[in-house]
């Protein structure tokens, strides 16, 4: 099976072509992004392992199909500041590739539902959304969902360690998660509220304690309903761990909307200069996800949570590998393009992402008045 990587010189790039050749798969593992300078560094590094590079436009819909054309199962780590989703899904589905994304963009899920619909007897394997929030997240709220006769609403909350976002993508993450509107599922329709709104403290179980998080701008209230149509409410709200870089960050976002495009370069380096001030060897804030689903079991009103903490992006690269081995086991056996709640199950990654340092909690409780 010939493997690419998009995205291979980002930090979760990095990160999987690194587990790759540890593995010993670099055999014919093809390292694909538009950085000359990183690639070049990356085959230096691994040469003797038997990789290569490749360059790559990815807002190039031309160089996205010669790429995968060379390739069996494309891994993409591309951000949706380097490429619309909606473009790579259709070149994979155009070539017949098997494609795992850890895309976050909650903009290109319409257009991938539609091209899901269009697709008729596809003959790729298409997964997107393989990441931390969505993907990790999914895929708790579908298993403590389904442990229920009844569910009213699911509440996801993240907190991303800065460390994890000194990079142009996560930068550019950031600013895109709290810029503009954003999605919440609510009385069984999907709304528009503004990002980085309804702040509320959050405490995070495994000892990362109280953390703000507000509106988000994430996929899970578009895709959840598709798996639970039962549910009436999905709400995805985040923030960051550390003391508080939260409101800058917020600002900045707001700004992406009156601001020119050339200007988002400056707008991201703001970013960075405000998570430098919460990063670097001396702190060690740890990423922590919370998904809190509220309905009836055995007629009893309950509410079930689920807590991780780790690296969101050990932990997106960990989705994305565990993902490709099921692909290689065979266990993965229908062809289209699913999210990961409809196609996949948490026990299947729980171990892999234990071994990676994402640590799991749960607690049981009465719903709040």
């Not at 393009?337 to 234990?354: T, V, W, Y």
Request: hydrophobic residues 40%.
């Amino acid at each position: 099976m010939r493997i690419g990587v998009f995205g291979a010189a980002g930090l979760t790039g990095r990160r999987v072509i690194q587990r790759l050749v540890s593995s010993g798969e670099s055999q014919g593992l093809i390292a694909a992004d538009r950085h000359a300078r990183a690639l070049n560094d990356l085959f230096n590094l691994h040469r003797s392992q038997g990789i290569s590079v490749r360059y790559l436009e990815a807002s190039d819909a031309q160089s996205v199909r010669e790429r995968m054309k060379e390739m069996d199962v494309v891994i993409s780590c591309l951000s949706a500041e380097d490429v619309d989703e909606t473009s790579l899904v259709a070149s994979a589905l155009e070539e017949g590739k098997d494609f795992l994304s850890a895309s976050d963009d909650a903009s290109a899920i319409p257009g991938i539902r539609a091209l899901r619909e269009e697709a008729g007897h596809p003959n790729s394997r298409i997964i997107v959304g393989l990441g931390w929030s969505p993907g990790l997240s999914n895929l708790l709220a579908s298993y403590t969902a389904k442990r229920m006769e009844q569910v009213d609403r699911i509440k996801i909350a993240w907190s991303l360690e800065p460390n994890d976002l000194q990079s142009p993508g996560g930068q550019g993450r950031l600013l895109r998660a709290f810029s503009d509107r954003c999605y919440s599922f609510q009385e069984g329709r999907t709304r528009e509220v503004r990002a980085g709104s309804w702040e509320e403290w959050q405490h995070f179980p495994g000892g990362l304690g109280w953390r703000g998080v507000s509106y988000s701008n994430q996929p899970e209230p578009l895709t959840l309903p598709l798996a639970l149509p039962e549910v009436l409410e999905v709400q995805t709200k985040g923030g960051l761990s550390g003391t508080r870089p939260d409101y800058l960050v917020h600002t900045l976002a707001w700004l992406t909307q009156i601001m020119p495009n050339y200007a988002r370069e400056f707008l991201r380096h703001l970013v960075g200069l405000a998570l430098s001030s919460q990063s670097g060897p001396g702190y060690q804030y740890q990423s922590g996800l919370l998904v809190e689903v509220t309905g009836r079991r055995r007629k009893i009103p309950v509410t079930l949570t689920y807590g991780a903490k780790g690296s969101y992006l050990d932990a997106t690269a960990t989705m994305l590998l565990q993902a490709l081995k099921l692909l290689k086991m065979g266990a993965i056996t229908r062809k289209g393009i699913f999210f990961p709640e409809e196609i996949l199950h948490i026990r299947d990654f729980a171990a892999s992402l234990f071994g990676a340092g994402v640590h799991f909690y749960i607690s049981e409780g009465e719903p709040e008045s």
